[in-house]
């Protein structure tokens, strides 16, 4: 670790609901990182399972650094702003309660905020499966392919240190939450979109450091995948009646491609228009078909295990089709 100021603090903000699974792994991992000017701010959205009770015991074991807060709201961006609200660091780490970090994150983000390089800084997002099963396995492999999830740098990788427009887990100097506020309460979801443009707009730099590596824990059933995507695709939109310019033409992608199935089916269920014409208007679907079969197959060749072809294939077509169906719903609402 390079020589950097150990008395700036780090408060490190753990928005949680419903994480048992996994909380313990996010602390141990924060505690063993080699920048120990740190305190830890979990706020609890009111979870049905025993994630407070966790969180509890490691408050008791470490009382001068870890503090429990209730969010009665429920929802992220309210447990965010009341860790803020409550953070006496002058950096402050926005901490996912399903993920864990390497050990050097804090120490190579801070090192690059130290050095006025940044605003803001991140590390490389690996995801992982929560647990062995091939359906699992397959995805959080898809979850981190860019035929998945596009271009997003922190999820695919850079070599160098590289301005970005998102980090997955930044740490922010607190300055800029004084001088922009907080996140707006009324984006259940996506707030982070929101957060950053008006984080930029305002003149901040947001910089990827790849020797920070962070370990996202995805979700292990197309269930679940598929209402976290939908949720996300419908905010992504929705979000634009509070906020203007809340997403970018990438976000809608999906969209696009619900809508294209929308009409195709209606298109294919029309006698009077020539096969022809429908076989033509077919070719868009035949190629994401293909697409999906090649990555899907590619993704069980380099793991060893073919049947993660199958599940990988469901896994794309779920994460595509729940976030365009979500933006979808979202524009319906927003005009109604």
């Not at 926005?94 to 993920?99: E, F, L, N």
């Not at 450091?209 to 824990?217: D, F, G, R, T």
């Not at 197959?297 to 060893?304: D, E, N, V």
Request: proline residues 3%; glycine residues 6%.
């Amino acid at each position: 670790m390079s020589a950097i100021n150990s008395q700036n603090k780090v408060s490190i903000i753990i928005p949680v609901y419903n994480e048992e699974k996994t909380i313990s792994k996010t602390i141990e991992s924060l505690l063993n990182n080699d920048y120990k000017d740190i305190e830890f701010i979990v706020i609890d959205g009111m979870s049905t399972d025993k994630t407070k009770e966790v969180a509890k015991e490691y408050a008791s074991k470490y009382p001068t650094k870890i503090k429990i807060l209730e969010n009665p709201k429920k929802y992220t961006p309210a447990g965010l702003n009341i860790g803020i609200q409550n953070a006496s660091g002058k950096y402050i780490m926005i901490a996912s309660g399903h993920a864990t970090y390497s050990e050097n994150y804090i120490s190579a983000c801070v090192e690059a905020l130290e050095s006025n390089l940044c605003d803001v800084a991140g590390g490389i997002m690996e995801t992982l499966p929560r647990d062995k099963t091939d359906r699992a396995i397959a995805i959080s492999e898809v979850l981190k392919h860019p035929f998945g999830i596009g271009g997003a740098k922190y999820r695919t990788g850079v070599k160098n240190n590289e301005y970005v427009d998102t980090v997955a887990y930044g740490i922010y100097k607190k300055e800029i939450f004084e001088n922009i506020g907080l996140f707006d309460e009324r984006l259940i979801r996506n707030q982070d979109i929101e957060f950053n443009l008006r984080l930029k707009r305002a003149g901040y730099r947001i910089m990827l450091i790849p020797q920070a590596k962070s370990y996202y824990y995805a979700r292990d059933t197309f269930k679940k995948l598929w209402q976290n995507n939908y949720s996300n695709g419908f905010w992504v939109t929705y979000s634009s009646k509070y906020v203007k310019g809340a997403y970018r033409l990438r976000h809608l992608i999906p969209l696009f491609f619900v809508v294209y199935l929308l009409t195709l089916l209606i298109i294919c269920s029309i006698p009077v228009i020539p096969t022809f014409l429908k076989a033509v208007y077919s070719i868009p679907f035949l190629l994401y078909l293909s697409l999906s079969t090649i990555h899907s197959f590619k993704i069980a060749s380099r793991c060893g295990n073919f049947k993660l072809f199958f599940y990988s294939f469901i896994a794309f077509l779920t994460l595509h089709v729940s976030y365009g169906i979500g933006s979808l719903a979202g524009i319906i609402k927003k005009t109604n």
